[in-house]
T-cell receptor, first 117, second 112 residues
Framework: GAGVSQSPSNKVTEKGKDVELRCDPI?????LYWYRQSLGQGLEFLIY????????KSGLPSDRFSAERTGGSVSTLTIQRTQQEDSAVYLC???????????????FGPGTRLLVL | AQSVTQLGSHVSVSEGALVLLRCNYS??????LFWYVQYPNQGLQLLLK??????LVKGINGFEAEFKKSETSFHLTKPSAHMSDAAEYFC??????????FGTGTRLQVFP
């Protein structure tokens, strides 16, 4: 079956603009995660959705970052008023339930490479 | 708090040589441990994971890792490197949550 897909694959924007990044998880997966991969910070957790529960936003670096998940499927990560330090690869992952106490495999998409000029 | 340390940001081996990528973790409870591989311009692919069953875990592409609680380690090995193994490898831990905490990664180069 299809894996996790993300769009766009690349995004170049100007400092101060807003951007939206999209993630389509594997069909039937109820848990969805966003991570950021940057040269300075490595791979870091951003936010986690599980079913209809309130998302775990503990990894969002500032209030310029937000994410939503509509209909329990597609998710959009929005960065407002982008800064140059937001330049990174944004990775989305999904897992079957997100309720296995951390033992489930997370399946990753190819990422969106964001460059803020 | 959980953390993962990967010793060696770059490892170079000759084709056919042993691959050893090191990972040490810090966790207050028995962790779940993962190794992921990332090829250029691609996402992460799971190689193997430890979820408190057998301490020696076999994964894809001939890789395996051994969980050693006394050493808080989960090193990744492969007996014989192949050119196609050149990639970046990430060790990660989760501790009763579904957030993965990643190490800083090790880039593996394989020379002919």
């Amino acid at each position: 079956g299809a894996g996790v897909s993300q769009s766009p694959s690349n995004k170049v924007t100007e400092k101060g603009k807003d951007v939206e990044l999209r993630c389509d998880p594997i069909s039937g997966h109820t848990a969805l995660y966003w991570y950021r991969q940057s040269l300075g910070q490595g791979l870091e957790f951003l936010i986690y959705f599980q079913g209809n529960s309130a998302p775990d936003k503990s990894g969002l670096p500032s209030d310029r970052f937000s994410a939503e998940r509509t209909g329990g499927s597609v998710s959009t990560l929005t960065i407002q008023r982008t800064q140059q330090e937001d330049s990174a690869v944004y990775l989305c992952a999904s897992s079957l339930t997100g309720l296995a106490g951390g033992r489930e495999t997370q399946y990753f998409g190819p990422g969106t490479r964001l460059l803020v000029l | 708090a959980q953390s993962v340390t990967q010793l060696g940001s770059h490892v170079s081996v000759s084709e056919g040589a042993l691959v050893l990528l090191r990972c040490n973790y810090s966790s207050s409870v028995p962790p779940y441990l993962f190794w992921y591989v990332q090829y250029p311009n691609q996402g992460l692919q799971l190689l193997l994971k430890y979820t408190s069953a057998a301490t020696l875990v076999k994964g894809i592409n001939g890789f395996e890792a051994e969980f050693k609680k006394s050493e808080t380690s989960f090193h990744l090995t492969k007996p014989s490197a192949h050119m196609s193994d050149a990639a970046e490898y990430f060790c990660a831990v989760s501790e009763n949550t579904d957030k993965l905490i990643f190490g800083t990664g090790t880039r593996l180069q394989v020379f002919p």
